[in-house]
């Protein structure tokens, strides 16, 4: 069973170690706006919300994380820089009895500046870590910053491109399609008789010889659609080499400052990874400069790819060896585009990361082990 004193005293202590390095401390309204929120949460958080409606609000939601709501409020007018904690329950819906609460703790952490973003994430990685120096736990680092940028470098389409970046965080989709793009396995067959179709008569005859309109999409949108398969259906393929370096990339893992070497390495194949390769070599400096070393940091090119959506750079969490069934006892990284989309276009270089003071009191020795 969990203890919520030993729980509630935990959130209260880190929430306090925050304070003192300079966070203002901020809330957020148990109730938000789905419409406005929910599309931003990864797959994971969208299908554990919890949803209802509201006859004067429309669709509201039970707070799942704090990140979403802090940005929203600094986007509206927050001043620059700024150190926010916060400390609260959350609520997610969860699939077995017995296992995680469907409401918990909550302690957070999120930092806006434009200068220096290394420095920025190197600051919040550092106060988390020392904050969790004293609990049996084990950090791993991540960049969605250097996927992306491999993604955005390879010699394909526009729309390829934007295809597999949309499905960067969801790994199963992304490697159907990146072996389609790479000619590795032909397009379904109703695709490639679509495709057939197209190419033997006009779009536009096609639409008429079917008759009437159903559905939402008008003739120009489906007329679009068409020549956006036939275009794709033209391509050449990816080259092998730049897939045979993205798959290299997404496999990376090891001591953070090897991998900043391979990735240099890899740079010399695509061009494209050095802006994100310097930026990495940049935040290993900046965590050098904390006392955090490089050579000892686990790092894993893919991490993060599974989680919350909004991150776009730099990610970490730290777990629990040995405590199966638990989730991360904190997490964090990089969202600089969103801020961009909760600030309706006005964007601010932001990085942040949550803990749950109910897995940290259990590694106190506060509570009972065991999934909580």
């Known amino acids: 069973m969990r203890d919520a004193a030993a729980e509630r005293a935990e959130a209260e202590r880190l929430f306090a170690a925050l304070l003192a390095l300079g966070a203002t401390p901020v809330e957020a309204?148990?109730?938000?706006?789905?419409?406005?929120?929910?599309?931003?949460?990864?797959?994971?958080?969208?299908?554990?919300a919890y949803v209802t409606a509201d006859p004067l609000r429309g669709e509201l939601m039970?707070?799942?994380?704090?990140?979403?709501?802090v940005v929203q409020m600094h986007m509206?007018?927050?001043?620059?820089?700024?150190?926010y904690a916060y400390m609260g329950p959350v609520f997610r819906k969860q699939e077995h009895r017995?296992?995680?609460?469907?409401?918990?703790?909550?302690?957070?952490?999120?930092l806006f500046a434009r200068a220096a973003p290394a420095e920025a994430d190197a600051e919040v990685f550092a106060a988390f870590a020392g904050m969790l120096a004293p609990l049996a736990v084990q950090p791993v680092t991540g960049d969605i910053g250097l996927l992306t940028a491999a993604v955005r470098g390879l010699t394909t389409t526009e729309p390829r491109r934007a295809a597999l970046l949309r499905h960067i965080w969801r790994p199963r989709r992304f490697r159907a399609l990146l072996d389609r793009f790479a000619g590795r396995v032909p397009p379904p067959p109703a695709r490639r008789a679509l495709v057939e179709a197209l190419a033997a008569a006009p779009a536009r005859a096609l639409i008429a010889?079917?008759?009437?309109?159903?559905?939402?999409?008008?003739?120009?949108?489906?007329?679009?659609?068409?020549?956006?398969?036939?275009?794709?259906?033209?391509?050449?393929?990816?080259?092998?080499?730049e897939v045979a370096t993205l798959e290299a990339l997404m496999a990376l893992a090891g001591p953070s400052d090897r991998a900043l070497d391979e990735v240099r390495r890899m740079a010399g194949r695509l061009p494209a990874l050095s802006p994100a390769a310097d930026r990495l070599a940049a935040r290993l400096a900046a965590l050098a400069r904390r006392g955090i070393d490089p050579a000892a940091l686990p790092f894993e090119a893919s991490h993060g790819r599974t989680t919350l959506e909004y991150y776009d750079g730099f990610v970490f969490a730290f777990t629990a060896p040995g405590r199966e069934g638990w989730p991360p006892v904190a997490s964090g990284g990089r969202y600089d585009a969103l801020t961009a989309v909760l600030?309706?276009?006005?964007?601010?270089?932001?990085?942040?990361?949550?803990?749950?003071?109910?897995?940290?009191?259990?590694?106190?020795?506060?509570?009972?082990?065991?999934a909580v």
Not at 348 to 359: H, K
Request: glycine share 16%.
């Open 209 to 241: 010889a079917a008759g009437p309109l159903v559905g939402l999409r008008s003739e120009d949108e489906i007329a679009a659609r068409a020549a956006a398969l036939l275009e794709d259906a033209a391509a050449p393929p990816i080259p092998g080499a």
């Open 62 to 69: 039970l707070r799942p994380d704090f990140t979403l709501p």
């Open 29 to 48: 309204d148990i109730l938000q706006p789905a419409e406005t929120l929910l599309d931003l949460y990864g797959e994971d958080i969208r299908g554990r």
């Open 343 to 370: 600030g309706r276009g006005r964007s601010i270089p932001a990085v942040g990361g949550v803990i749950r003071p109910a897995l940290t009191a259990a590694l106190r020795g506060s509570q009972p082990g065991g």
């Open 76 to 83: 509206a007018g927050g001043a620059e820089p700024a150190r």
């Open 98 to 110: 017995g296992g995680r609460p469907s409401e918990y703790l909550q302690v957070g952490f999120e």
